[in-house]
T-cell receptor
């Protein structure tokens, strides 16, 4: 049981490039979410999904797209990277007791 | 909108002593959940303890316990017999189970805990 996994661990992008952050969980959780963590800001919700085929926006969705074709996977796409998207990104899944389990995070640097 | 406030950006404690981290939140709801997460230098977010708002009894997990004051909207974390491995950022978080089964987890800005040997 690997829990929540994220790839890559670290990525450097140039402004305007696109990329996909991968997230997978093997706990059969319906609810998955993406957060970004910036210094002094705590974690802020980007997008979430309550099940395959269903996604919704969180607090800071601009510049990001998500899709949920399977229960296991919840990728986050940056359409055209900007320096303001430099951050640490966390994926999480939630169990039936309302507890969220986080992946190890992806550090993204946009130059 | 729900907000979570951690008024102590940094705290320090001597090894083996007790420390309390503060958290207050703002909500008009009556049924919700509260969490404390620990983030060590590895950046992994680790669940420390959780509390259901409908439960009057304070949650405990080994050396970690909470003081949940619902009327005051306060949710402090007490760490007893502090260990060097407790050094980390601690985040208080609130979640509301909204209509449709969705849930939004709102975090405070964190408290950095240093444990001195």
């Amino acid at each position: 049981n690997a829990g929540v996994t994220q790839t890559p661990k670290f990525q450097v992008l140039k402004t305007g490039q696109s990329m996909t952050l991968q997230c997978a969980q093997d706990m059969n959780h319906e609810y998955m979410s993406w957060y970004r963590q910036d210094p002094g800001m705590g974690l802020r919700l980007i997008h979430y999904s309550v099940g395959a085929g269903i996604t919704d926006q969180g607090e800071v969705p601009n510049g990001y797209n998500v899709s949920r074709s399977t229960t296991e996977d919840f990728p986050l796409r940056l359409l055209s990277a900007a320096p303001s998207q430099t951050s640490v990104y966390f994926c999480a899944s939630k169990d039936t007791w309302e507890t969220q389990y986080f992946g190890p995070g992806t550090r993204l640097l946009v130059l | 909108a729900q907000t979570v406030t951690q008024s102590q950006p940094e705290m320090s404690v001597q090894e083996a002593e007790t420390v309390t981290l503060s958290c207050t939140y703002d909500t008009s709801e009556s049924d919700y959940y509260l969490f404390w997460y620990k983030q060590p230098p590895s950046r992994q977010m680790i669940l420390v303890i959780r509390q259901e708002a409908y439960k009057q009894q304070n949650a405990t997990e080994n050396r970690f316990s909470v003081n949940f004051q619902k009327a005051a909207k306060s949710f402090s974390l007490k760490i007893s017999d502090s260990q060097l491995g407790d050094a980390a950022m601690y985040f208080c978080a609130y979640s509301l189970l909204s209509q449709g089964g969705s849930e939004k987890l709102v975090f405070g800005k964190g408290t950095k805990l240093t444990v001195n040997p």
